[in-house]
């Protein structure tokens, strides 16, 4: 079976820097509650969820995750489907209050967005809800709610998003202060112990997950779906965390870890915690990639209208190797030459070049000309005017949008859990 991730808010929030904590749902067949398909599941304000519905979204849930349609899943993830029904009308009634609207094309290019981030072609991701029996109105309702919901966080709330320029600051302190230290990247699937539920039935169902995560089961597509952190809203993603920041228990799991490994279920004071690491390195270590350079380079064309004589290539070729020492003469000669794209190019990040020339400007020094590099039609030389290496510190303008995505998406959900609070909801199954 076909596991399908489409954090549908995590594709649109490039816009805004936030997301949604429940872009995908899906789920299996019937047994959601009694009194027929078209029963009252819940009620959301003066808006009906119907048991038709709660089936539906089972039903997408399964189709689109990967996990066993079996009663006792269906069971499990029961209450999440409900809660994001639940939460869809919320999000929906706010943009209506607000003359907020969504259109056909834009729910249109939300499902492509899901087929490409699947590498699926056109249509196929109708044709597989339809085979499995599921009502694609579960899923242009969902993608509805998402694409208001944007709109309602980018028109409502970021206008009361401000960083203040020592927020800046502090961050940039911190991160100078923990460099070179290890630091790890992890996402996270959480699952909580409580009052209201069992421990038994827990760790089952974080075994389970384990299961599927090292199966074919994108990590993400569950953690969106299981996971009672907020980080399920970005398929579990904790970024790069430093060693020691976590609880001592996930801390020493992590430490045993290989990237790309999945942990067992690590028990800690709240709960179980599934990790994946997918990296490991050195806090702030400089990116070679990243380092911005000068160049000056003469192109000697081979092919086409303009192509030099062999005689020519050799003889100028000849020329760059023994006699260029600077890129002042560099530049002279490439006039003089007359060659086409020779002479000065301005600063550019290594790691933007053509991979031929990035893989020999990287190491080279200032100064120096390259071996002659063999491009499509052409000879080329290269040589590093300036070098501006790598901080590995990110800039204070990457830092400040950084800090308002993050401010935005808390905003984004004490929005969504007010709207809750102040919602009359009234669930029958």
């Not at 078209?38 to 997408?60: C, H, K, P, W, Y």
């Not at 597509?221 to 993603?237: E, I, M, N, R, W």
């Not at 400089?286 to 000068?294: A, C, E, F, Y």
């Not at 204070?396 to 609070?421: C, F, P, S, T, V």
Request: net charge negative; glycine share 8%.
């Amino acid at each position: 079976m076909r596991q399908i991730f489409f954090g549908l808010v995590s594709i649109l929030s490039g816009i805004l820097g936030m997301t949604s904590a429940h872009a995908q749902e899906g789920g299996a067949g019937a047994g959601a509650g009694t009194g027929g398909a078209m029963g009252i599941a819940a009620v959301v304000n003066e808006d009906i969820i119907t048991v038709f519905d709660v089936q539906s979204r089972l039903g997408m849930f399964i189709a689109t995750s990967g996990l066993e349609n079996t009663p006792d899943i269906q069971r499990r993830i029961l209450p999440q489907v409900i809660q994001s029904l639940i939460e869809e009308r919320l999000k929906i009634q706010e943009a209506k209050r607000l003359k907020i609207t969504t259109t056909e094309p834009e729910v249109r290019d939300a499902v492509s967005l899901i087929e490409n981030n699947n590498n699926m072609q056109p249509g196929s991701f109708r044709k597989l809800l339809e085979e499995r029996g599921v009502d694609m109105s579960t899923l242009f309702m969902q993608i509805e709610a998402d694409v208001a919901w944007v709109k309602v966080v980018r028109q409502e709330l970021r206008r009361n998003v401000l960083v203040a320029p020592e927020e800046v600051k502090n961050v940039l302190e911190r991160l100078k202060a923990n460099q070179g230290k290890p630091e790890h990247w992890l996402s996270e699937i959480f699952l909580p112990v409580n009052a209201n539920s069992s421990e038994a039935d827990v760790r089952q169902i974080a075994d389970r997950l384990v299961q599927q995560a090292r199966g074919n089961t994108p990590f993400p597509a569950l953690a969106q779906q299981f996971s009672q952190s907020p980080t399920a809203a970005v398929g579990g993603d904790l970024g790069w965390v430093l060693q020691g920041e976590l609880e001592d228990e996930l801390d020493r799991a992590v430490m045993g870890m290989e990237p790309n490994e999945i942990s067992e279920p690590i028990r800690s004071t709240t709960g179980y915690h599934i990790l994946a690491l997918r990296g490991r390195r050195a806090a702030g270590a400089p990116d070679p990639m990243m380092s911005g350079v000068t160049l000056s380079q003469i192109y000697l064309p081979t092919q086409g209208g303009r192509a030099m004589t062999e005689a020519q290539t050799a003889q100028l070729s000849n020329t760059i190797v023994t006699q260029m020492t600077s890129c002042t003469q560099m530049n002279e000669l490439a006039a003089r030459s007359g060659a086409p794209g020779s002479g000065p190019i301005d600063m550019i990040r290594v790691g933007g070049l053509p991979e031929t020339v990035r893989n020999a400007v990287a190491a080279l020094p200032v100064g120096r000309i390259s071996q002659p590099l063999d491009v499509p039609g052409a000879r080329l030389f290269v040589m590093v005017c300036s070098r501006l290496d790598d901080s590995g510190l990110p800039g204070e303008d990457q830092i400040a949008g950084k800090l308002e995505n993050d401010k935005l998406e808390n905003l984004a959900r004490q929005k969504l859990r007010d709207l809750r609070r102040q919602a009359l909801v009234d669930v029958r199954i």
